[in-house]
């Protein structure tokens, strides 16, 4: 997939961290193109192409945090999961928490993977690099409808 470009919509809702996953992306010299929502009833509204996302591309692969306002990842997940248009899009969970509680519930929920964001600015570049190296050049994606 490397020579193509790869629509990621990532839900967070921390600036920070946001900047964080765009600089990532564009230190590894990586091609794509970054959508960002901040909360779940957007992240919904842009899969589904409603509303102000009517002209939103579907995505390859989703980033998504656990603890948002309005719907919380783990709401996002079920309805993601739950529509035969979007559950083959890969969800990646990134979030903070490190409880097993959280790591098993959305593993329950049909995450494709878990992955808490680490503190350390140099670390949590290279996870999101990891990320991309993996799931955009190693890992076969679904074809976009």
Not at 52 to 58: E, K
Not at 71 to 77: I, S
Not at 94 to 104: K, N, R, V
Request: glycine content about 4%.
């Amino acid at each position: 997939m490397s020579s193509k470009s790869v629509e990621i919509l990532l839900v967070e809702d921390n600036p920070g961290d946001v900047r964080l996953v765009r600089e990532s992306f564009r230190e590894g010299g990586l091609v794509n193109h970054l959508h960002v929502v901040a909360n779940g009833e957007e992240a919904l509204q842009f899969l589904r192409r409603e509303g102000p996302h009517r002209h939103a591309p579907t995505p390859d692969l989703v980033l998504l945090d656990l603890n948002l306002p309005r719907k919380d990842g783990r709401e996002v997940l079920v309805e993601i999961k739950a529509d035969r248009k979007l559950r083959r899009i890969p969800v990646i969970v990134l979030t903070t928490s490190e409880a097993e509680q959280d790591i098993l519930q959305a593993y329950d929920l049909n995450c494709n993977c878990y992955v808490a964001k680490p503190v350390d600015l140099e670390e949590f570049m290279r996870v999101i690099q990891a990320i991309d190296h993996f799931w955009l050049h190693v890992a076969a994606l679904p074809p976009r409808d």
